[in-house]
Each structure stands twice: as C-alpha cells, then as structure tokens.
Nanobody, 121 residues
Framework: VQLQASGGGLVQPGGSLRLSCATSGRIFSSWTIGWFRQAPGREREFVAG????????FYADSVKGRFTISRTNSGRTTYLQMNNLQPEDTAVYYC???????????????WGQGTQVTVSS
C-alpha cells in the first residue's frame, strides 16, 4: 500500500486548503484512512479519519466544524477540506491507512510522505 499526500501550501489566517491523499495497493473495506499532522517540536497528532467505505468520519476536537474528511466512491482518493485555517494549524500533514477505526497513530500501518501547510499573514 502506498499513499501520497498533496495540496499543502501557504495560506492566510481564515483561508482554506484542500488536501488530497492518493492511494494504491490493496486496502480492505474495513480499513480507516487517517489524517495526522506534526508541527515543529511537537508530537504527531490525529486530525481526522474515515472508513475506506466513506462512512463514519471522525475528528479531533481542535478541527471540528472547520475540517471535513471525505472519500470518492469511485476513486482511491481521500480529501481533507480545511476551512478557517489558523496559525496553529501550521504543520506537516500526513495521510495514513490502517485496520483500526482509531485516532491513535500506532494503529496505522501505512503512511504517506506528508505535505506542508503553513498559515501565516
């Protein structure tokens, strides 16, 4: 399984970005696609997750109401729509895949390379 995240960039506070996670290889329908982020000097933290079937999105409290995770039924891409971005959202964002419906990074088996999101005026 391979994952590739893209769509990061520089945005002003209050702005929006949409991240994409393209996957290849065999992913079971029961698996979960997760987005995590890691800011300099901080541990990697969970952002959002969704089942491979597209059901059951769940979010970290810090992004609820601002971020939306979704999947295409026909493709192999998972999206993270990020609205009202704030400086504290600045981080490298990673997508991941694993067999558990979980927000714990240790439960994810495969990881993409990450895409930088910088929120600054």
């Amino acid at each position: 399984v391979q994952l590739q995240a893209s769509g990061g960039g520089l945005v002003q506070p209050g702005g929006s970005l949409r991240l994409s996670c393209a996957t290849s290889g065999r992913i079971f329908s029961s698996w979960t696609i997760g987005w995590f982020r890691q800011a300099p000097g901080r541990e990697r933290e969970f952002v959002a997750g969704i089942r491979w079937t597209g059901n059951g999105p769940f979010y970290a409290d810090s992004v609820k109401g601002r971020f939306t995770i979704s999947r295409t039924n026909s493709g192999r891409t998972t999206y993270l729509q990020m609205n009202n971005l704030q400086p504290e959202d600045t981080a490298v964002y990673y997508c991941s895949a694993g067999p558990e419906y979980s927000g714990r990074s240790s439960q994810y088996k495969y990881w993409g390379q990450g895409t930088q999101v910088t929120v600054s005026s």
